[in-house]
T-cell receptor, first 113, second 116 residues
Framework: NAGVMQNPRHLVRRRGQEARLRCSPMKGHSHVYWYRQLPEEGLKFMVYLQKENIIDESGMPKERFSAEFPKEGPSILRIQQVVRGDSAAYFC???????????FGPGTRLTVL | DAKTTQPPSMDCAEGRAANLPCNHSTISGNEYVYWYRQIHSQGPQYIIHGLKNNETNEMASLIITEDRKSSTLILPHATLRDTAVYYCIVRSSSNAGGTSYGKLTFGQGTILTVHP
């Protein structure tokens, strides 16, 4: 049973470009969570999505960041006009139900030049 | 969210039991205690969780005090590969958009170093 998949594992962007991070949840999971880990810091919650719905985006920066989880396909975290401060590891997690254990993917490491 | 307090670092000899403490004195009755670990910037790995009773799985044991104000994660026979940051999290129930869900708030964790 494959775990949570994230791609790409490493992403390099220049300032002003767009970054798209993809997350495929574990089989049978329909709840996805995104976290960000800045260098030398802990993981911070960003957003919680169910299929086609954003449930809690209280941790998302107000501008340039968006997330979706369409009916078909992976969840996407999109960062527009990236800045150096966006350089971080982005992890997604999935769960079978909203109160169940979250399982994490390997992360995408974004580097903004 | 109930806050947790963990020692910043601990050492353990390979083959010995590693006992990682966690204080969560403000925990509410319906909040679970979760343990995750993160090995060298990999994705956090779920270890174990519990509510009131002690729990054991193939990775570890979780001992929760009767008043639920503290817990201990036990790795019975630590190996070098257990060197990681261990996070104790009290999973609160958040309500957003009419949906209640378990929210994880990560602290700084305990850096466990297992040495030969």
């Amino acid at each position: 049973n494959a775990g949570v998949m994230q791609n790409p594992r490493h992403l390099v962007r220049r300032r002003g470009q767009e970054a798209r991070l993809r997350c495929s949840p574990m089989k049978g999971h329909s709840h996805v969570y995104w976290y960000r880990q800045l260098p030398e810091e802990g993981l911070k919650f960003m957003v919680y999505l169910q299929k086609e719905n954003i449930i809690d985006e209280s941790g998302m920066p107000k501008e340039r960041f968006s997330a979706e989880f369409p009916k078909e396909g992976p969840s996407i975290l999109r960062i527009q006009q990236v800045v150096r401060g966006d350089s971080a590891a982005y992890f997604c997690a999935s769960s079978a139900h909203n109160g169940y254990t979250q399982y994490f993917g390997p992360g995408t490491r974004l580097t903004v030049l | 969210d109930a806050k947790t307090t963990q020692p910043p670092s601990m050492d353990c000899a390979e083959g010995r039991a590693a006992n990682l403490p966690c204080n969560h004195s403000t925990i509410s009755g319906n909040e679970y205690v979760y343990w995750y670990r993160q090995i060298h910037s990999q994705g956090p790995q779920y270890i174990i969780h519990g509510l009131k009773n002690n729990e054991t799985n193939e990775m570890a044991s979780l001992i929760i005090t009767e008043d639920r104000k503290s817990s201990t994660l036990i790795l019975p026979h630590a190996t070098l590969r257990d060197t990681a940051v261990y996070y104790c999290i009290v999973r609160s129930s958040s309500n957003a958009g009419g949906t209640s869900y378990g929210k994880l708030t990560f602290g700084q964790g305990t850096i466990l170093t297992v040495h030969p």
